[in-house]
């Protein structure tokens, strides 16, 4: 069993940034991938980063490239989300994720989830 805690939501003017931090606790798992979804008040859920364990491969939305960067500590077993140049349209609650078959970029592939966290970006 896998459990995540995150933190760094809040809210913050368009423009600003943020930093999403997401503690993984439980059984270590050598392929994993972590990583961070997102849903807005009336949207899907969707991927916006994630991050191997194995490999250190990134990956991205495209609605974020440029903007969002994801890193790991893993000594801490830590995914960070860096969010930079922050627009409305960021406005959701942000999931972490577990693929502990080396995915995470579909929420179908997602083995456990955070309790998210939420980020509101004004005008």
């Known amino acids: 069993q896998v459990q995540l805690v995150e933190s760094g939501g809040g809210l913050v003017q368009a423009g600003g940034s943020l930093r999403l931090s997401c503690a993984a606790s439980?059984?270590?798992?050598?392929?994993?991938?972590m990583g961070w979804f997102r849903q807005a008040p009336g949207k899907e859920r969707e991927f916006v980063s994630a991050?191997?364990?194995?490999?250190?491969?990134?990956y991205y939305a495209d609605s974020v490239k440029g903007r969002f960067t994801i890193s790991r500590d893993n000594v801490k077993n830590t995914v960070y989300l860096q969010m930079n140049s922050l627009k409305p349209e960021d406005t959701a609650v942000y999931y972490c994720?577990?693929?502990?078959?080396?995915?995470?970029?579909?929420?179908?592939?997602?083995?456990?989830w955070g309790k998210g966290t939420l980020v509101t970006v004004s005008s």
């Open positions: 994720a577990v693929d502990v078959n080396g995915v995470c970029r579909t929420i179908g592939a997602v083995d456990y």
């Open positions: 439980g059984r270590p798992f050598s392929n994993y991938v």
């Open positions: 991050i191997s364990w194995r490999s250190s491969m990134t």
